[in-house]
Each structure stands twice: as C-alpha cells, then as structure tokens.
C-alpha cells in the first residue's frame, strides 16, 4: 500500500512538472520554392508554436493545413500567422498548402 501511495505521488510529481512545457517557437517561411525550412525537428513532448510568413505571391500555399492536428489557416502575404500545433508525440507531424501539394514535416524523435 505504501509503495502504491508512493508511486501515485510519484505520477502526479512527474505531470506537475511536466506543465513546465518546452515551448519553441519556429519560423517558417513560404518562399518561391515552397515552405523553408521544410523538415523542422524537435524534441517529443515539445509544445510547438510555428510562426509562419508567406513571402511571395509566387506560389499556391496561401494557406497552412496541418490534417492530424486540424488545422488550416490562411497565410496573408508578409504577415505572420500564429499556428498553436500544442504538445508534439513523437512521430511525424506533416504541413502543407491548402492543395496538399506542397510540404514539409515535422520530426520529434
Ligand atoms: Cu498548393
């Protein structure tokens, strides 16, 4: 019983200092030749927010979707977009324009 008790605590401990989230910020620009840095990585349980800025008219991803997370948001020239993707498991998480056609991913491992 003791061990029990201790190993709750324990669990509990470990969450409570796991609210003391990783958070990175990523810039992402959308560029003439798609989305650079198109491979992005991180660590697993990182809570990545990516800052995304489309700088050209030269190109079909006006708009942001990420399908696991779902998300799609629009990318208005030279301005920044805000995209919360929250806490990141480990596996891969892909990006594309609204057409799914261009790309990129996300790595956590
Ligand atoms: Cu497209």
Redesign the pocket.
Known sequence: MKQFLLATFLTFGLQFAGAKEDLQNISLKVTDKGFEPSEIKVKPGTHVVLKVTRITDDT??TQIQIKEKKIKMKLDKDIEATVDLGIIKKGDIRFA??????SGHIVAE
């Open positions: 079909c991803a324009c609204g057409m799914d056609m261009i």
